[in-house]
């Protein structure tokens, strides 16, 4: 069966410019999480969907940073002007339904801000 | 102070040797644990689930001390394809749905 994907897996874009990251959760699996991960660092949590709402959003690192999730499926994360900072490899995970028993994460998305 | 914290490493161990990590964690609320092992360049995938009583699965030994608020996983008889990084893993409170990960302990086994 299909796992977790992500698109793009590697992103590179100029200081400034918006990004769109896209994730596909597993069919069935209704809580979506996004993580950052920078070189040698650990996962940093962003936001948690429940369904299409985002109950805990608590980990977005600025209002440059934001996300939607739609039909219970499919989330983006879209980051604006973006800053060399925001270089990272963003992980989406999901589970079937919370607690966050199992989360089957996805490949990543590998952000490079130049 | 990190609500998870890991001894980063690296571990480098002979390949047979056993091997033991440790974790502490902060919220005494957090009622979930689990290691994930994630590979270079790769995504976390999990390892198994610890219980209060202890777990074991193969040459995996998982133990959670509440009191203590650490977590520890023992490796047995370890193989060259255990060489990875572990993340201890923690779910952030009672009710919250978030899991906040440690940093990661690095281990190469060498042959």
């Known amino acids: 069966g299909a796992g977790v994907s992500q698109s793009p897996s590697n992103k590179v874009t100029e200081k400034g410019k918006d990004v769109e990251l896209r994730c596909d959760p597993i069919?069935?699996?209704?809580?979506l999480y996004w993580y950052r991960q920078s070189l040698g660092q650990g996962l940093e949590f962003l936001i948690y969907f429940q369904g299409n709402s985002a109950p805990d959003k608590s980990g977005l690192p600025s209002d440059r940073f934001s996300a939607e999730r739609t039909g219970g499926s499919v989330s983006t994360l879209t980051i604006q002007r973006t800053q060399q900072e925001d270089s990272a490899v963003y992980l989406c995970a999901s589970s079937l339904v919370p607690p966050a028993e199992t989360q089957y994460f996805g490949p990543g998305t590998r952000l490079l801000v130049l | 102070r990190k609500e998870v914290e890991q001894d980063p490493g690296p571990f480098n161990v002979p390949e047979g040797a056993t091997v033991a990590f440790n974790c502490t964690y902060s919220n005494s609320a957090s009622q979930s644990f689990f290691w994930y092992r994630q590979d270079c360049r790769k995504e976390p995938k999990l390892l198994m689930s610890?219980?209060?009583s202890g777990n074991e699965d193969g040459r995996f030994t998982a133990q959670l001390n509440r009191a203590s608020q650490y977590i520890s996983l023992l490796i047995r008889d370890s193989k060259l394809s255990d060489s990875a990084t572990y993340l201890c893993?923690?779910?952030?409170?009672?009710?919250?749905?978030?899991?906040?990960f440690g940093q990661g302990t690095r281990l190469t086994i060498n042959p």
């Open positions: 069919s069935g699996h209704t809580a």
């Open positions: 893993v923690v779910n952030g409170g009672q009710g919250a749905q978030k899991l906040v």
């Open positions: 610890v219980y209060s």
